[in-house]
């Protein structure tokens, strides 16, 4: 699966959370650094976070205390957990994988593959 594929997003109410998840391949990516990414009508893509082949993870502080990226190898799986969900975090949400090197991070010059998105909508 060299190109990523999102699912997992969809409406809540403020408060609430989802639960994303990306079917993508790790071993496309220096390694193993993949992310999760969002843009909002309007507004420039932001990274939200990211996770290497050793499990560090970095994210926006935006999201810190309230989203969890994770990754499941076996199934070639990245997931990013929501909580506390907050109107500001609607936007479409996309997963990357492909990264070319350097520090793992939410960069997303550093990614070659893209995911079509998946939308999250959350209500005030």
């Known amino acids: 699966q060299v190109k990523p594929v999102e699912s997992g997003g969809g409406s809540v109410q403020a408060g609430g959370s989802l639960r994303l998840s990306c079917a993508a391949s790790?071993?496309?990516?220096?390694?193993?650094?993949m992310g999760w990414f969002r843009q909002a009508p309007g507004r420039e893509r932001e990274g939200v976070a990211s996770i290497d082949n050793d499990d560090n993870r970095t994210y926006a502080d935006s999201v810190k205390g309230r989203f969890t990226i994770s990754q499941d190898n076996a199934k070639n799986t990245l997931n990013l957990q929501m909580n506390s969900l907050k109107p500001d975090d609607t936007a479409m949400y996309y997963c990357a994988a492909g990264f070319l090197g350097g520090r793992c991070g939410v960069q997303s010059h550093a990614y070659r593959y893209w995911g079509q998105g998946t939308q999250v909508t959350v209500s005030s």
């Open positions: 790790r071993y496309t990516s220096v390694n193993g650094c």
